[in-house]
């Protein structure tokens, strides 16, 4: 069973085909991708496949995602506008290869925010539903690696950023 990782380029994508190492998964079932295969090098010199996958070039994603027998593609950041049109790219390359399982990251609350990211997320969800795609769809809040870079702005400014809505009228955040 192989399984494929986009992002590994990334924080999470790389922190996940770690975990599945860690797991016990075999190496040469792993098949990571990037959008710039030389960010890892690292991991093929350690027997994981690697391909090149660019959630804007249709035809990058049906030749990555070729063999692949469950997929976790992580979703892009930039830019967020064009998130679902990538998503929906790399949801129909899996299923035109025939992978037999899509555990696509979503978002907290993802049916009712209304955050652009948390619609790009349900948008994606809903097509996966209409699609028929296999798929389990984890609804992650924020990343705590996001934070990582971060000391030097907290030492100096006393305080963690994050992203929060607030309401008007409530005096409180909405998450």
């Not at 079932?29 to 295969?37: L, M």
């Not at 991991?43 to 391909?51: F, K, M, Y």
């Not at 609350?109 to 652009?116: E, F, G, L, N, P």
Request: hydrophobic share 40%; charged share 20%; glycine share 10%.
């Amino acid at each position: 069973m192989s399984i494929l990782v986009t992002g590994a380029t990334g924080r999470l994508g790389r922190l996940v085909v770690e975990s599945l190492l860690d797991a016990g998964t075999p190496a040469d079932d792993i098949i990571a991708t990037g959008r710039d295969i030389a960010g890892i090098t690292a991991l093929a010199d350690r027997g994981i496949v690697t391909r090149r996958a660019d959630f804007a070039d249709a035809d990058s994603l049906t030749a990555a995602l070729a063999g692949a027998d469950r997929l976790l593609p992580i979703s892009a950041s930039i830019p967020v506008d064009e998130r679902f049109a990538n998503h929906r790219r790399v949801m129909g390359a899996a299923r035109a290869v025939g992978v037999s399982l899509v555990a696509y990251t979503s978002k907290v609350q993802a049916d009712t925010a209304t955050t652009i990211l948390a619609v790009t997320h349900s948008v994606t969800e809903e097509y996966l539903h209409e699609r028929g795609i296999p798929s389990v769809v984890p609804r992650n809040g924020w990343y705590l690696e996001n934070y990582t870079a971060q000391p030097p702005m907290v030492l100096q400014h006393g305080t963690i950023p994050r992203p929060v809505r607030w309401r008007r009228g409530r005096g409180g955040p909405r998450w």
